[in-house]
C-alpha cells in the first residue's frame, strides 16, 4: 500500500490570501486526486492531478481557484486561492494502485484541516 | 453520471449484534464499488472493494458486503459488531476502468456497549 504525507495538516488563514497543500507519496502513482471533504459533508472530488500535463478538473472547481501542480510521479500540490470562509474545509490527497479493472483502489493522506477566517 | 446514496444518517447497533449498513448507485457501465472507513482523527482507510466475480466481498476487520445487480445495492455487513467500529463509513461507486470515485454522504455508526 501507498503511504501518503500530506502538510500542512491543519491552518488557519485569512480570508483572501492563498494557500498550497502538498501531497508526497513513497512509490510512483500513475493517478493522484484531490478531494474535499466540507464539514458534515461527503468527500467531493475536485481535479486529477496529471503528470505532465494540466489537472482535470471536476464540474464546479476551476483551475484559477485551485491550481494543481505535479512535477512528478510521487509528488502534487493543491493551491486554494484567494479563499473565503466557503473553502473551509478538509482537503484530502489520495492515489490509485493496482491494475485498473482489476484490483485498483484508493490510498487517502490523512488530509488538511483548512480554516478561513 | 455516477452517485451513491447512504439513506441514514447514523447506524446505532448493541455490541455483538449484526451490524449493517445501505449503499445504492447508480452508474452507467459497470460498477466499481467501494466501502472506506473514517475513524475519528484519522484518514480515510480502505475496506472493501467489488469489481467483478463474487458478489459477497469480504474486506478488513471482518466486514463483508455483497453486490446485488437488480437492486443496485452494495450494503456493507459485519455478523458481530464491536466497540471499536464506531467511525464514518463511506460507500463509493465508479464506472468500469475510472479511479474517479462518486461517494455518498456517509454514515456515522454507533456501536453501543
Known amino acids: 500500500s501507498a503511504v501518503i504525507s500530506q502538510k500542512p495538516s491543519r491552518d488557519i488563514c485569512q480570508r483572501g490570501t492563498s494557500l498550497t497543500i502538498q501531497c508526497q507519496v513513497d512509490?510512483?502513482?500513475?493517478?493522484m486526486f484531490w478531494y474535499r471533504q466540507q464539514p458534515g459533508q461527503s468527500l467531493t472530488l475536485i481535479a486529477t492531478a496529471n503528470q505532465g500535463s494540466e489537472a482535470t478538473y471536476e464540474s464546479g472547481f476551476v483551475i484559477d481557484k485551485f491550481p494543481i501542480s505535479r512535477p512528478n510521479l510521487t509528488f502534487s500540490t493543491l493551491t486554494v486561492s484567494n479563499m473565503s470562509p466557503e473553502d473551509s474545509s478538509i482537503y484530502l490527497c489520495?492515489?490509485?494502485?493496482?491494475?485498473?479493472?482489476?484490483?485498483?483502489?484508493?490510498?487517502f493522506g490523512s488530509g488538511t484541516q483548512l480554516s478561513v477566517l | 453520471a455516477q452517485s451513491v446514496a447512504q439513506p441514514e444518517d447514523q447506524v446505532n447497533v448493541a455490541e455483538g449484534n449484526p451490524l449493517t449498513v445501505k449503499c445504492t448507485y447508480s452508474v452507467s457501465g459497470n460498477p466499481y464499488l467501494f466501502w472506506y472507513v473514517q475513524y475519528p482523527n484519522r484518514g480515510l482507510q480502505f475496506l472493501l472493494k467489488?469489481?467483478?466475480?463474487?458478489?459477497l466481498v469480504k474486506g478488513s476487520y471482518g466486514f463483508e458486503a455483497e453486490f446485488n445487480k437488480s437492486q443496485t445495492s452494495f450494503h456493507l455487513k459485519k455478523p458481530s459488531a464491536l466497540v471499536s467500529d464506531s467511525a464514518l463509513y463511506f460507500c463509493a461507486v465508479s464506472a468500469y476502468g475510472n479511479n474517479r470515485l462518486a461517494f455518498g454522504k456517509g454514515n456515522q455508526v454507533v456501536v453501543i456497549p
Open positions: 489520495s492515489v490509485g494502485q493496482g491494475r485498473l479493472g482489476v484490483d485498483e483502489k484508493l490510498f
Open positions: 467489488y469489481i467483478t466475480g463474487d458478489n
Open positions: 512509490s510512483q502513482v500513475t493517478m
